[in-house]
Structure formats: C-alpha cells, structure tokens
C-alpha cells in the first residue's frame, strides 16, 4: 500500500476519489434533479446548466465533472471556461 503521497499525480488521484468530492457531487445531482433540469440537448442548455449551478454556488470543478459525466462535447466545455473569466 503507498502510505506516502508526495507524487503530483497520486495526490490528484486522491483528490479526485476524495469522498468530499464525491458528496459535492451528489449533492450537486440532487439540486439538478429538485429544479427538474435534465441532461443538456444542445449548447445553449449546458450553458444555462451551468449557469445555474454557478449561481447555486458550485465551483467549476464540480460543474464541469456533471456536464462531462452528461456527454457534453468540448466545444461546449471550451466555451464555458471562457466564461468563467
């Protein structure tokens, strides 16, 4: 068993499997399903999703994890980061 993380990628790795993570998430699902928003069809719905979730306080590492978790293409992602900025 590694008991010593000094390695960038193991760490990353344990980030991403961190169980706070992975309640973020589900929290995040919740939300998505309480105001009955369904996977995006197009571009204009991801964007509106993740409008939402911003303003529902959601950093962009959780909304960009739901939007590729729902197959959203990387245009559309790409787009997105821009307007985080």
Request: with cysteine; glycine share 4%; proline share 4%.
């Amino acid at each position: 068993m590694i008991s010593n993380w000094t390695n960038p990628q193991l760490r990353a790795l344990r980030r991403i499997h961190h169980p706070k993570c992975e309640m973020i998430l589900q929290i995040s699902m919740i939300l998505l399903h309480r105001k009955r928003l369904q996977k995006p069809k197009n571009q204009k719905d991801a964007a509106r999703i993740f409008r939402q979730l911003a303003r529902a306080g959601f950093g962009a590492k959780t909304i960009f994890a739901i939007l590729k978790k729902w197959d959203v293409d990387d245009e559309t992602l790409t787009a997105l980061e821009g307007e985080l900025e």
